[in-house]
C-alpha cells in the first residue's frame, strides 16, 4: 500500500500490526476520526472519510482507534490492539456502581494534554485525578494552563508553581489561544524537531478548559467551534459534541473529546503510582512494610508532612484514590463472584431440563 493510501498516523508498527492480525479479505485499514450522534467516521487515507453504519468489533469503537474496514457495506470488522488508551468511570457512576463498565474516551495518543483554564485557577484535586487518567492511559502527559490574557501575570506565575507541585516529573506550560502567548513553549514542549515522527495528541479537561481554541491555535485556522464560558460560573459551554481527529500542519492529530465534568477512575494502579511519584521516597522510609501512612510510628509519609516537606492536601489526595480505587476492585471482585454464580445456576438448570427430557423419554 502506497504512503498515501494509508490511514493518518500509520507507521511501521501498525503495518506490523495489520498483517499479524491476518485481516480477512476485503477490509481495509482505517482510523477512526469522528465520534458523534450522526455515527461513526473512519478515514482509510488522506481526505478519503466514510461514514460507518455498523461496527461488529467487540469493543466499543473509540476516536483514535485503527480498524479493519469494509468499505463496501460501511462496516467496522476488527480494531486492532489499542498502544494507549484513556478509560474512566462512566459518567453518573457512583464508586459502588461497578456492574457499569467504563467508557474509553480516545486511544493510540501519544503525548495527553492535560487543560485548566488559570480564570477559574488550578483546580489541584482534580489534577490530580487527570493526570492518574493521563498516565494510565500510557501517554506521555504535560500540563497546560490556558487564558494567561485573562489573569495577572503574577496570577499565572503562582497558578504554575501549584500545578507544577501537583504534577512531579510532568512539563507544566502556560499559553493564552487568543493571543498566542506561550505557544513557542507548547510546540518546544511537544518536541519542536522537524525531522521526528508525527505525534497524535489527546486533550483531557473540563469544559470552559480552552480546548478547541488550544486545536484552532495550534491548527493556525478555525476548525472548532468555540463558545464563551458563562459568566455566572465561569464554566464552559459544551463546544465539542463528538471525538474528532485534527491534522495539524507538519502531520501531527489532535484527538479532541467533549469537555469531563467529573473525573471518575477506573482501574487506575499504575497511574496513581506515577501521578504520585514524589511520595515513594518518603514511604521507602516507612518503619512498617504495611504501613497504612495514617497513624503508624516511623511513618515516612507522615515524617513528610511534619517537616513541611510534603503537602498535606496532597497526601490527604493520594489517600482518597487509594481508597477509591479499592472499593472499585472490591466492587469488581463480587460482580465477578456473582457474575460466576449465576453461570453455575444457568449450567445446573440447564443439566436439570435435560435429565427431565431423559426422565420422560426413556429408550
Known sequence: MQQDQTPPGWDQEWAAA??????????????????????????????????????????RVVVGDMVGLDAEAGRIETILPRRTVFERRSPGVGRDQVQVLSRALASNMGIVLVLQGLD????????????????????????????????????????????????????????SARTDGGLTELHEALGDDEDRPPHVVALLGASGAGKSSLVNALAGRKVQLTAEVREGDRRGRHTTTAGQIVALPGGDLVIDTPGIRGVGLWAAD?????????????????????????????????????????????????????????????????MDRDTERQGNQRARRKAQRRDDRNADDPE
Request: glycine fraction near 8%.
Open 18 to 59: 495489520w498483517s499479524e492480525s491476518g485481516p480477512a479479505a476485503g477490509l481495509v485499514p482505517a482510523r477512526v476520526v469522528r465520534i458523534d450522534k450522526g455515527g461513526i467516521t473512519a478515514s482509510s487515507h488522506d481526505g478519503h472519510d466514510a461514514l460507518v453504519v455498523a461496527a461488529k468489533a467487540v469493543r
Open 120 to 175: 477559574t485557577g488550578v483546580n489541584a484535586p482534580r489534577l490530580a485525578r487527570e493526570l492518574v487518567l493521563a498516565w494510565e492511559s500510557g501517554a506521555k502527559p504535560v500540563v497546560v494552563l490556558t487564558k494567561t490574557d485573562l489573569v495577572s501575570a503574577e496570577a499565572a506565575a503562582a497558578g504554575r508553581e501549584l500545578a507544577a507541585a501537583w504534577a512531579p516529573d510532568v512539563q507544566v506550560v502556560c499559553m
Open 270 to 334: 499504575e497511574g496513581l503510582e506515577q501521578a504520585f511519584a514524589d511520595l515513594q521516597p518518603f514511604a521507602e522510609e516507612c518503619r512498617f512494610d504495611d504501613c497504612t501512612h495514617r497513624t503508624e510510628p516511623g511513618c515516612g509519609i507522615l515524617a513528610g508532612v511534619a517537616s513541611g516537606d510534603l503537602d498535606p492536601a496532597r497526601v490527604e489526595m493520594w489517600h482518597e484514590l487509594i481508597a477509591e480505587l479499592e472499593s472499585l476492585e472490591a466492587g469488581m471482585e463480587v
